[in-house]
T-cell receptor, first 113, second 117 residues
Framework: DAKTTQPPSMDCAEGRAANLPCNHSTISGNEYVYWYRQIHSQGPQYIIHGLKNNETNEMASLIITEDRKSSTLILPHATLRDTAVYYCIARLRFNTNAGKSTFGDGTTLTVKP | DTGVSQNPRHKITKRGQNVTFRCDPISEHNRLYWYRQTLGQGPEFLTYFQNEAQLEKSRLLSDRFSAERPKGSFSTLEIQRTEQGDSAMYLC???????????????FGEGSRLTVL
């Protein structure tokens, strides 16, 4: 897995967009960017992933820079339930080592009323 | 509920005792992973299986740790002669590889929290 760097913590006002950055400057061409989040005392939950193009699903949007060295997870209208630790991972999608994801320490997002 | 199930959710034991955790993955998933997570840290990879074969073990998995997935379905993680440093959340995850179109993401269970006194 490519090394990823995330800020340790961020705050966001409820109802506003939360933009969580991730640097992955050593990402290789066949590594995807995955985002997970972990709400206190629960297991991590998959959010979204992408390779080159921006992606959107019902939970979030993922913006990947053209050089793929960084990405931003966007929660368009953050709620208090989005308070969690968010992990950015760069890993191969279909490979014998694809399970060995390196999580890092993530970004603790606190959504405030 | 057809998600990943882990038991027990909490275990308190005395140093030196053996403990065993069980993980039941999503039924059609062929890959199963164990991670360990200590307070304030992200999950750390321990080992993973494809079907019943254990394909990789982290150096974190000392000889006191053993994991099995005997029939390619559920898995157990045993810790022998527990130490206080083993206190952590043990997370299990499963995924489905090999099927075109699937996203390959990991589905995690709720974890088993171990406290060694």
């Amino acid at each position: 897995d490519a090394k990823t760097t995330q800020p340790p913590s961020m705050d966001c006002a409820e109802g506003r967009a939360a933009n969580l950055p991730c640097n992955h400057s050593t990402i290789s061409g066949n590594e995807y960017v995955y985002w997970y989040r972990q709400i206190h005392s629960q297991g991590p939950q998959y959010i979204i992933h992408g390779l080159k193009n921006n992606e959107t699903n019902e939970m979030a949007s993922l913006i990947i820079t053209e050089d793929r060295k960084s990405s931003t997870l966007i929660l368009p209208h953050a709620t208090l339930r989005d308070t969690a630790v968010y992990y950015c991972i760069a890993r191969l999608r279909f490979n014998t080592n694809a399970g060995k994801s390196t999580f890092g320490d993530g970004t603790t997002l606190t959504v405030k009323p | 509920d057809t998600g990943v199930s882990q038991n027990p959710r909490h275990k308190i034991t005395k140093r030196g005792q053996n403990v065993t955790f069980r993980c039941d993955p999503i039924s059609e998933h062929n890959r199963l992973y164990w991670y360990r997570q200590t307070l304030g840290q992200g999950p750390e990879f321990l080992t993973y299986f494809q079907n019943e074969a254990q394909l990789e073990k982290s150096r974190l998995l000392s000889d006191r740790f053993s994991a099995e997935r005997p029939k390619g379905s559920f898995s157990t993680l045993e810790i022998q002669r527990t130490e206080q440093g083993d206190s952590a959340m043990y997370l299990c995850a499963s995924s489905l590889l090999g099927q075109a179109g699937n996203t390959g993401e990991l589905f995690f269970g709720e974890g088993s929290r171990l406290t060694v006194l």
